[in-house]
């Protein structure tokens, strides 16, 4: 999870559809992503529950909190994000989002 945070702080979309679960891909993600994270400055991240992920779980759960900056919005993102591992690699399946103001 940390990682995929630093990635859309980067602007690393290559990265982001790289560990998004192959099913969940879909034609134009590169230039959505990529808008995305011209218009949204990250400011933090606070995991707050995680379940599973370790080195020998197939999958896991982190639940977490990432604030950002859009414009002259702010707001928090409150996520539930589901993870399994793939080849050694840990790929996003999906996630329970709520978006908060900040």
Known sequence: ????????????????IETLAPEK???????LLTEQT???TWTGLTILDTQAGGPQDPIGVVEFEARFDSGPDRGVLHERSRFR???????????DVQLKPA
């Open 1 to 16: 999870m940390r990682s995929r945070y630093s990635a859309f702080a980067l602007g690393a979309v290559d990265y982001l």
């Open 25 to 31: 891909r879909q034609p134009g993600e590169a230039e």
């Open 38 to 40: 011209q218009v949204t």
């Open 85 to 95: 591992r793939e080849n050694g690699r840990w790929l996003y399946v999906d996630g």
